[in-house]
C-alpha cells in the first residue's frame, strides 16, 4: 500500500476534514504507542499503520 492509498482510505473512513487530524492525535498500542502521523514518517509500512487503524475504529472487514 502506498501513502496516498492509506490517506484516501483514512478520508473515506473519517472525512476529509478529520482524517489527518485524527491520525495526528491517537496513538495507538499496536504501533508502540505512536500515533498513524508518526508511524508513517518514521516509516512503518503503511498497510500495518492501516490495519492498526481499521482495529481501532473497528471498521467493517470490507474495509481492510
Do not use: C, N
Amino acid at each position: 500500500m502506498r501513502h496516498s492509498e492509506f490517506w484516501q482510505r483514512m478520508e473515506a473512513a473519517l472525512g476529509s476534514a478529520y482524517a489527518e487530524s485524527w491520525a495526528r492525535q491517537q496513538a495507538i498500542t499496536s504501533l508502540g504507542g505512536r500515533t498513524p502521523f508518526q508511524a508513517l514518517e518514521e516509516g512503518v509500512d503503511p498497510q500495518k499503520v492501516w490495519r492498526a487503524v481499521h482495529a481501532t475504529l473497528d471498521l467493517p472487514p470490507r474495509d481492510r
